[in-house]
């Protein structure tokens, strides 16, 4: 059966402790084609780095949900956002990921358009017998309603209806702060991509990426490799990896956003094993005693709906698009400072090798967790997931002590120690989820009334 | 040593390598590689072009050492690794191989094509890795072994799991 009310797909009573989340928000294709319009088409989406295209006539090609987009600097340096597809007969213009071209040519009839989505040229206008209007007609490429950027994430949103995108992320800004900031002459994606696609649907990765809990049990073959290195009964020494079984009794905590983002956070066991660590002294300067100190500890942060970053042993900066109801594609890049020192970004390559990659020792291990899940969902659909609710006893209700340092304002927040791996974080997720699609649906009743 | 003998040396090298993993006898195919043997799997930069600086750019798999090989038979025989429970079953080509002329005595660089047949039993899916292996061998002991070894993943679009007996 499917819920008319939105909100019904999610049991959220924070007098009774409860929050549960129901199975067929990840398994009803139905509702997932709602998602594609309501959440992915209906808010701010992340698409690339503004280093991602840094000189004039850049672009790069990514999607919002299912919609395939040309993200584009223009001549004079501006960004622009353009559905990827010919005006003519719709062809889809861009195969290639990223590049520098002046002129788009559409492959099939050859129509034109300059790095701002201009059309330059209609192949043959002249002999084509058009009626007198057509030159004076709009033969430009489609661009999104919104696009914005905040320090250097380019964000676009299919729905014009949004906040600014300042206002959309809120006080997540200093999430994102707390990554762009460790390079004091700027971040850059470490070259070297890892495309992956796992069976299950996108919300999994979003919860497994502020997901504690799992690690001893999803990674206990990690954790054990871990272990016998720092042992020396491993011959690979090439690896710095921090025995993260040491965090457990150290402070842990957890915040959530409005309209969805969220990051944990718990002190690191070993932070001079972090690549940071050795560039602290200009960050530190740079950024802030406080900021810096933040920086050192792991913290995973979730920008809804499809930007995530892990900050543990090194920086990952990943993205999630979603390609069916029980199909997701990932890509995956390592984040660091704009000249970092070689052995420190050394380190920070083979921790990423080793940990983050598809072909790494720990991600393998979850995108299998993820497909058990999905086939949980479709094996026994109605019931009601369990997995929302470590750390519900203590959850406080707007900023505690550490939020109050960073300087935010948190909807909710926790502060424990590391044995709670509290789930918390993933409630905000799903209360945007809700609001997204009640708007959606309301915008759909009302469309259908007109 | 003329090059077709030392040809026909490489290649069964390869074959032997292939068929050590495809029958999971791990220290056999650990046996094949020095102990200061470089394995190292560039991942694309972009569509045309691979990482080459394995210090400053990422790749698939670098291991500057059989240590990195160890790694991962110790967590396929853990038993501990859901992504490798149950062990997926593989079946390895290794073809096309041509041998770099002139090189030293004792020493060896070859360069094939490469296909792994992967058969998930966890999901009953299974998947084609295929790409170009570089080979650089070295005569030690009496006996052929592997200093380096190149891989090059032609499809990097990888259906959520990858490791080492894939490639």
Same mark, same amino acid.
């Given at each position: 059966?499917?819920?008319?009310?939105?909100?019904?797909?999610?049991?959220?009573?924070?007098?009774?402790?409860?929050?549960?989340?129901?199975?067929?928000?990840?398994?009803?294709?139905?509702?997932?084609?709602?998602?594609?319009?309501?959440?992915?088409?209906?808010?701010?989406?992340?698409?690339?780095?503004?280093?991602?295209?840094?000189?004039?006539?850049?672009?790069?090609?990514?999607?919002?949900?299912?919609?395939?987009?040309?993200?584009?600097?223009?001549?004079?340096?501006?960004?622009?956002?353009?559905?990827?597809?010919?005006?003519?007969?719709?062809?889809?213009?861009?195969?290639?990921?990223?590049?520098?071209?002046?002129?788009?040519?559409?492959?099939?009839?050859?129509?034109?358009?300059?790095?701002?989505?201009?059309?330059?040229?209609?192949?043959?206008?002249?002999?084509?017998?058009?009626?007198?209007?057509?030159?004076?007609?709009?033969? $430009?490429?489609?661009?999104?309603?919104?696009?914005?950027?905040?320090?250097?994430?380019?964000?676009?949103?299919?729905?014009?209806?949004?906040?600014?995108?300042?206002?959309?992320?809120?006080?997540?800004?200093?999430?994102?702060?707390?990554?762009? @900031?460790?390079?004091?002459?700027?971040?850059?994606?470490?070259?070297?991509?890892?495309?992956?696609?796992?069976?299950?649907?996108?919300?999994?990765?979003?919860?497994?990426?502020?997901?504690?809990?799992?690690?001893?049990?999803?990674?206990?073959?990690?954790?054990?490799?871990?272990?016998?290195?720092?042992?020396?009964?491993?011959?690979?020494?090439?690896?710095?990896?921090?025995?993260?079984?040491?965090?457990?009794?150290?402070?842990?905590?957890?915040?959530?956003?409005?309209?969805?983002?969220?990051?944990?956070?718990?002190?690191?066991?070993?932070?001079?094993?972090?690549?940071?660590?050795?560039?602290?002294?200009?960050?530190?300067?740079?950024?802030?005693?406080?900021?810096?100190?933040?920086?050192?500890?792991?913290?995973?942060?979730?920008?809804?709906?499809?930007?995530?970053?892990?900050?543990?042993?090194?920086?990952?900066?990943?993205?999630?698009?979603?390609?069916?109801?029980?199909?997701?594609?990932?890509?995956?890049?390592?984040?660091?400072?704009?000249?970092?020192?070689?052995?420190?970004?050394?380190?920070?390559?083979?921790?990423?090798?080793?940990?983050?990659?598809?072909?790494?020792?720990?991600?393998?291990?979850?995108?299998?967790?993820?497909?058990?899940?999905?086939?949980?969902?479709?094996?026994?659909?109605?019931?009601?997931?369990?997995?929302?609710?470590?750390?519900?006893?203590?959850?406080?209700?707007?900023?505690?002590?550490?939020?109050?340092?960073?300087?935010?304002?948190?909807?909710?927040?926790?502060?424990?120690?590391?044995?709670?791996?509290?789930?918390?974080?993933?409630?905000?997720?799903?209360?945007?989820?809700?609001?997204?699609?009640?708007?959606?649906?309301?915008?759909?009743?009302?469309?259908?009334?007109? | 040593? @003329?090059?077709?003998?030392?040809?026909? $040396?490489?290649?069964?090298?390869?074959?032997?390598?292939?068929?050590?993993?495809?029958?999971?006898?791990?220290?056999?195919?650990?046996?094949?590689?020095?102990?200061?043997?470089?394995?190292?799997?560039?991942?694309?930069?972009?569509?045309?072009?691979?990482?080459?600086?394995?210090?400053?750019?990422?790749?698939?798999?670098?291991?500057?050492?059989?240590?990195?090989?160890?790694?991962?038979?110790?967590?396929?025989?853990?038993?501990?690794?859901?992504?490798?429970?149950?062990?997926?079953?593989?079946?390895?080509?290794?073809?096309?191989?041509?041998?770099?002329?002139?090189?030293?005595?004792?020493?060896?660089?070859?360069?094939?094509?490469?296909?792994?047949?992967?058969?998930?039993?966890?999901?009953?899916?299974?998947?084609?890795?295929?790409?170009?292996?570089?080979? $650089?061998?070295?005569?030690?002991?009496?006996?052929?072994?592997?200093?380096?070894?190149?891989?090059?993943?032609?499809?990097?679009?990888?259906?959520?799991?990858?490791?080492?007996?894939?490639?």
């Amino acid at each position: 059966m499917r819920y008319s009310d939105a909100a019904d797909y999610v049991i959220d009573n924070p007098d009774r402790g409860e929050f549960l989340v129901h199975r067929d928000v990840y398994s009803d294709p139905d509702l997932f084609e709602e998602e594609l319009r309501n959440v992915f088409e209906g808010t701010w989406v992340f698409l690339c780095l503004d280093s991602q295209i840094p000189q004039p006539h850049d672009f790069y090609c990514t999607r919002i949900g299912r919609r395939s987009v040309i993200v584009s600097r223009d001549g004079d340096g501006a960004v622009h956002c353009f559905y990827n597809t010919c005006r003519h007969r719709g062809a889809t213009l861009c195969h290639t990921e990223h590049g520098n071209r002046k002129v788009h040519v559409c492959d099939y009839h050859g129509w034109s358009y300059d790095s701002g989505g201009r059309n330059v040229d209609i192949k043959d206008q002249e002999t084509g017998c058009y009626r007198s209007a057509f030159g004076g007609e709009d033969h $430009d490429l489609v661009s999104v309603p919104r696009l914005d950027s905040y320090r250097g994430f380019i964000f676009a949103s299919l729905n014009a209806d949004v906040p600014p995108l300042e206002e959309h992320l809120g006080d997540a800004r200093t999430c994102l702060d707390l990554i762009v @900031d460790q390079g004091p002459d700027g971040m850059e994606l470490v070259p070297g991509r890892t495309n992956y696609t796992y069976d299950a649907n996108w919300k999994l990765q979003l919860d497994n990426g502020s997901d504690s809990y799992h690690l001893t049990s999803t990674h206990r073959s990690f954790m054990r490799i871990v272990h016998r290195r720092a042992e020396g009964k491993s011959a690979n020494t090439q690896v710095k990896s921090p025995d993260f079984q040491k965090r457990f009794d150290m402070p842990a905590g957890m915040f959530t956003f409005d309209r969805g983002h969220s990051m944990i956070w718990a002190d690191h066991p070993v932070p001079e094993n972090k690549p940071l660590s050795g560039t602290m002294g200009r960050v530190r300067t740079h950024a802030g005693e406080v900021r810096a100190k933040w920086m050192l500890r792991t913290r995973n942060t979730t920008i809804f709906p499809n930007l995530q970053f892990n900050d543990s042993t090194s920086l990952v900066l990943r993205t999630i698009t979603p390609l069916a109801v029980g199909r997701t594609e990932m890509q995956v890049y390592s984040f660091g400072p704009v000249g970092e020192p070689a052995e420190l970004r050394r380190r920070r390559v083979r921790q990423h090798e080793d940990f983050f990659n598809v072909s790494g020792l720990a991600t393998p291990d979850d995108t299998l967790c993820y497909a058990d899940c999905q086939d949980g969902y479709y094996n026994l659909s109605g019931d009601w997931l369990q997995g929302f609710q470590r750390g519900m006893a203590v959850v406080t209700h707007g900023p505690n002590d550490p939020a109050r340092e960073l300087g935010i304002n948190p909807a909710t927040s926790v502060l424990g120690k590391y044995s709670m791996q509290n789930e918390m974080a993933f409630h905000a997720a799903y209360l945007e989820w809700v609001r997204l699609m009640t708007l959606g649906r309301a915008r759909d009743q009302r469309l259908a009334a007109e | 040593m @003329d090059d077709s003998a030392r040809l026909a $040396d490489g290649i069964r090298l390869l074959s032997r390598e292939a068929r050590y993993l495809d029958e999971r006898q791990w220290d056999d195919w650990l046996g094949l590689y020095l102990e200061d043997a470089e394995f190292w799997a560039p991942a694309w930069r972009d569509d045309d072009t691979l990482t080459e600086d394995v210090n400053r750019e990422i790749s698939l798999f670098y291991f500057e050492s059989r240590g990195g090989l160890e790694d991962r038979v110790w967590r396929i025989r853990s038993g501990q690794s859901p992504a490798l429970t149950p062990m997926p079953r593989t079946t390895h080509l290794v073809t096309n191989t041509v041998l770099d002329e002139g090189a030293e005595a004792g020493a060896m660089t070859l360069h094939s094509a490469w296909s792994c047949h992967v058969y998930s039993l966890r999901d009953k899916s299974q998947h084609v890795f295929f790409g170009r292996y570089r080979h $650089d061998l070295v005569y030690a002991d009496g006996a052929w072994r592997i200093r380096r070894k190149k891989i090059v993943l032609m499809n990097d679009y990888i259906p959520g799991m990858i490791d080492v007996f894939c490639v």
